[in-house]
């Protein structure tokens, strides 16, 4: 009996489950026949139960090779994305391919990863490149980051500082120093902070010989902000959602000088897989490059509202079952509308998961 094809998708961040929803309902849709198969690190259930099968990723990397190797066996499984391991499984890709395996990491080159993780690099590389990016200062003592503040407040512009490395907009904040002292305390979400507090701060860690990190110091930048997911297939953008944020609302966008922006970074960058690029507006309206995520969004389950199935359309395309003009006839299916997250709760699913070490090549 000839076993069905499958595509796995190994963990990934936050939008994981919302990945695996939209390639069953692109399965149901099209009356597919392949197997979907999810894996995780740790047991999550209300993820994993999307999937036709389901499997606990080994702890340590240097196990990983096996793993992969006995569940492509065991399945038939023709297509990986990789997920949060990207750029791990990168390096394992000429291994992973022996195996008859399609791998889609986000990049194509190890170093792609590097320079889309770091802020610094990745904005000179892309305005060097002739892409409009946000101007950053690296700093890191307290000397340098009171410095890069002065420049940018002498020329009247606010700044803010985030770290060179980091996802979720984590340890980002605008440094004003018309807000109260206590704004980063009492209103965290508001992403406000005295520049005096940071420093003060900075200069306590200092005296107690803890490790400063590596930020930058950018000019605040108006907005709007816009996320585009995108699907891209070394470096040529086969389908692209954007979305304009403006408080807890996003809106879709297929058009626009943002929207042409983070396409030319993903073709610039080479990128591979299902990614996300981030712009902003800056004081005169023109969108500026904020960072590249060679990795789906957390939002990109929201896409799906749009008419566009962007993890759908990436595993029928790795199955071989969508080919270019079927796949430019779907996206005419764009709806450009509003949504907004909210918030709901459900019993948490029972599921056969299994883990590395019941791995059978025995179907």
Same mark, same amino acid.
């Given at each position: 009996?000839? $076993?069905? &094809?499958?595509?796995?998708?190994?963990?990934?961040?936050?939008?994981?489950?919302? +990945?695996?929803?939209?390639?069953?309902?692109?399965?149901?849709?099209?009356?597919?026949?392949?197997?979907?198969? *999810?894996?995780?690190?740790?047991? $999550? =259930?209300?993820?994993?139960?999307?999937?036709?099968?389901?499997?606990?990723?080994?702890?340590?990397?240097? #196990?990983?090779?096996?793993?992969?190797?006995?569940?492509?066996?065991?399945?038939?499984?023709?297509?990986? %994305?990789?997920?949060?391991?990207?750029?791990?499984?990168?390096?394992?890709?000429?291994?992973?391919?022996?195996?008859?395996?399609?791998?889609?990491?986000?990049?194509?080159?190890?170093?792609? !990863?590097?320079?889309?993780? /770091?802020?610094?690099?990745?904005?000179?590389?892309?305005?060097?490149?002739?892409? &409009?990016?946000?101007?950053? +200062?690296?700093?890191?003592?307290?000397?340098?980051?009171?410095? &890069?503040?002065?420049?940018?407040?002498?020329?009247?512009?606010?700044?803010?500082?985030?770290?060179? $490395?980091?996802?979720?907009?984590?340890?980002?904040?605008?440094?004003? @120093?018309?807000?109260?002292?206590?704004?980063?305390?009492?209103?965290?979400? %508001?992403?406000?902070?005295?520049? #005096? +507090?940071?420093?003060?701060?900075? $200069?306590?860690?200092? *005296? &107690?010989?803890?490790?400063?990190?590596?930020?930058?110091?950018?000019?605040?930048?108006?907005?709007?902000?816009?996320?585009? #997911?995108?699907?891209?297939?070394?470096?040529?953008?086969?389908?692209?959602? *954007?979305?304009?944020?403006?408080?807890?609302?996003?809106? !879709?966008? /297929?058009?626009?000088?943002?929207?042409?922006?983070?396409?030319?970074?993903?073709? @610039?960058?080479?990128?591979?897989?299902?990614? /996300? +690029?981030?712009?902003?507006?800056?004081?005169?309206?023109?969108?500026?490059?904020?960072?590249?995520?060679?990795? =789906?969004?957390?939002?990109?389950?929201?896409?799906?509202?749009?008419?566009?199935?962007?993890?759908?359309? !990436?595993?029928?395309?790795?199955?071989?079952?969508?080919? #270019?003009?079927?796949?430019?006839?779907?996206?005419?299916?764009?709806?450009?509308?509003?949504?907004?997250?909210? %918030? /709901?709760?459900? =019993?948490? =699913?029972?599921?056969?998961?299994?883990?590395?070490?019941?791995?059978?090549?025995?179907?």
């Amino acid at each position: 009996m000839v $076993r069905p &094809a499958a595509v796995w998708f190994m963990e990934g961040v936050s939008s994981q489950k919302d +990945i695996l929803k939209q390639v069953k309902q692109a399965r149901t849709e099209g009356d597919y026949v392949f197997t979907l198969i *999810a894996s995780h690190r740790n047991e $999550r =259930p209300e993820i994993l139960s999307e999937a036709d099968f389901s499997y606990i990723e080994p702890a340590d990397n240097d #196990d990983l090779l096996s793993f992969i190797t006995s569940v492509c066996e065991k399945h038939n499984v023709v297509a990986i %994305h990789a997920g949060k391991r990207g750029w791990l499984m990168e390096k394992m890709r000429a291994d992973i391919e022996t195996l008859g395996v399609k791998l889609t990491t986000g990049a194509c080159h190890v170093d792609t !990863f590097e320079l889309a993780d /770091n802020k610094t690099l990745f904005s000179e590389q892309m305005f060097c490149a002739g892409l &409009a990016s946000v101007k950053s +200062i690296q700093v890191q003592t307290p000397e340098e980051v009171s410095d &890069a503040i002065s420049s940018l407040e002498s020329k009247g512009l606010l700044p803010c500082i985030k770290p060179v $490395r980091g996802i979720y907009g984590m340890g980002f904040w605008v440094l004003k @120093r018309s807000v109260k002292q206590l704004a980063f305390f009492n209103n965290p979400e %508001h992403r406000h902070m005295h520049p #005096d +507090i940071l420093l003060t701060a900075l $200069r306590s860690a200092v *005296a &107690a010989q803890e490790e400063l990190p590596l930020q930058i110091v950018m000019p605040y930048l108006p907005g709007p902000e816009r996320s585009t #997911d995108m699907l891209v297939e070394k470096g040529r953008v086969i389908a692209a959602v *954007a979305r304009r944020k403006a408080g807890s609302v996003q809106a !879709f966008e /297929n058009e626009g000088a943002a929207f042409q922006l983070a396409q030319a970074c993903a073709h @610039r960058l080479g990128a591979d897989g299902l990614i /996300n +690029i981030q712009t902003r507006d800056n004081d005169q309206g023109e969108p500026v490059l904020l960072e590249a995520n060679l990795r =789906p969004s957390g939002g990109i389950g929201y896409t799906a509202f749009s008419g566009i199935n962007l993890p759908g359309l !990436f595993a029928l395309r790795q199955l071989g079952l969508l080919n #270019d003009s079927e796949t430019t006839e779907k996206l005419g299916l764009f709806k450009s509308l509003q949504v907004i997250s909210t %918030h /709901n709760v459900k =019993p948490l =699913p029972v599921v056969e998961i299994s883990t590395p070490d019941n791995v059978s090549s025995e179907v």
